[in-house]
């Protein structure tokens, strides 16, 4: 069975988003525009307490987890804030040491270099471009609930619901997931993450339907649409219809849960580049900066700060959190006899059905330019004309990149991180490019 990846949301009808502000008096071209606010959430601001772990933002306020608008003005009002994307470069060979200690001669590491690199600047600002907001599909296996994955289906129908009316009418089911569909899950987020494509893209394994991710504002479908620059062009996320449940309804679902062990996870991702072939080609470029024995080098991408987490202020989260009382559960066996099954089968709950996308490079589509056009009739047509290689086709017409593709990024800052590694840096404040 195919299907597409997470789904985009909807406005809701319910209540408004209440994201921050965007500066300024005229929005740029690209900028959201945000939905108005409705009579009844007018003039009810809500402020929260949060902490911060490793730029994750966590929050236990009671209102939070009791009054759905405003769970979801918490959510939105995070969603723009782009997570922290870190270069981890260390190197580091072994010396023989004949002196040693007690015990004779003995090998020591050294450390040749150990530094960061923060590329968070070249993520696409969120004022002039966006930062969508999705949530799963109805067929996508995701936790709605349970620590499990499961999906809501159609029972009375075998083929996907083709228009919003058919949604609206039918009785959707929820479900365990099958081993089958996580697995295909599991590969379609995998190709999209190789490809470097969002989490709403239709790769080429998947068909465009309903199951597909929906945008949070009518706006972006269009502004979205095969938003991502990567090398294949056999994706699609246009005409999709409405999300079967919006960001509202999954705020309302999870409010309405008792449970002292629910919580909600709301996800902050990047898109556009291929992160596992930056650190191989960053890999290629220091391994030959320093020298010695069994030489051992790593340049890892870290994300800091991809998750919102909502939970309540409950006893129980507080024995789950308690670092020192974990420790004591772990080597007592009592957390995997216990505590494990109180949490993953009888009382948690868990809801991982939404976030946010931050690209470093996409396709933004010209509004100058008209349905099957070829990239040539275009350059030919208008004054002036981007380059070509900056263009594709789409089927609303001609879209142009914009942001800065790894392979240009690497160019322009390869020298940089060479000559850190070159001249040993440890520590010390990491290096923003």
């Known amino acids: 069975m195919s299907k597409a990846g997470p789904s985009l949301a909807s406005p809701s009808t319910s209540y408004p988003p209440q994201p921050l502000p965007l500066p300024g008096p005229d929005p740029a071209r690209n900028v959201i525009t945000l939905n108005p606010s409705e009579p009844g959430t007018r003039g009810l601001p809500y402020s929260f307490r949060i902490s911060r772990k490793k730029k994750n933002v966590k929050s236990k306020e009671s209102i939070l987890n009791q009054n759905p608008q405003a769970l979801q003005q918490f959510l939105l009002t995070h969603a723009y804030d782009r997570p922290t994307v870190l270069i981890k470069c260390t190197g580091s060979h072994e010396i023989w040491n004949p002196s040693g200690g007690f015990g004779g001669p003995t090998t020591e590491t050294v450390t040749d270099f ?114 991502s620059f990567c090398a294949i062009e056999d994706f699609s996320d246009s005409n999709l219809p409405s999300p079967t449940k919006s960001l509202a309804g999954w705020a309302e679902e999870y409010c309405a849960s008792r449970s ?29 900066c320093h020298q010695g024995d069994r030489k051992k080098t790593t340049a890892k991408i870290i994300i800091k700060g991809r998750k919102i987490v909502v939970r309540p202020n409950s006893s129980l989260w507080w024995l789950y959190e308690n670092d020192y009382l974990k420790k004591l559960f772990y080597i007592t066996f009592i957390y995997l006899i216990i505590m494990w099954s109180i949490k993953k089968l009888l009382l948690g709950r868990c809801w991982k059905v939404a976030g946010s996308s931050f690209a470093f490079v996409r396709y933004e589509h010209l509004e100058g330019s008209q349905p099957g056009e070829t990239v040539a009739q275009y350059i030919a047509r208008v004054p002036q004309p981007p380059q070509a290689k900056d263009l594709k086709a789409t089927p609303r017409g001609i879209s142009i990149v914009v942001g800065q593709p790894f392979k240009n990024w690497y160019s322009a800052n390869s020298h940089i991180i060479s000559s850190a590694a070159s001249g040993r840096k440890k520590d010390g404040d990491p290096i923003v490019l």
């Open 114 to 227: 150990d530094f960061t690199v923060d590329i968070s600047n070249v993520l696409l600002p969120v004022d002039a471009y966006g930062a969508p907001v999705w949530v799963v599909a109805s067929e996508e296996p995701a936790k709605r609930g349970r620590h499990w994955r499961q999906i809501d289906h159609d029972p009375s129908s075998q083929n996907p619901l083709h228009n919003p009316a058919d949604i609206e009418a039918s009785q959707l089911l929820r479900r365990r997931a099958t081993p089958l569909e996580r697995k295909q899950a599991l590969d379609d987020a995998q190709r999209r993450k190789e490809l470097g494509l969002p989490p709403w893209a239709c790769v080429s394994t998947q068909t465009p339907d309903q199951t597909g991710v929906r945008l949070l504002f009518p706006t972006d479908r269009a502004r979205f649409e095969n938003a």
């Open 260 to 288: 002292p062990l629910k919580e909600f996870r709301f996800q902050r991702t990047v898109y556009g580049w291929n992160l596992e072939e930056a650190e191989r080609k960053i890999l290629s470029l220091i391994e030959n």
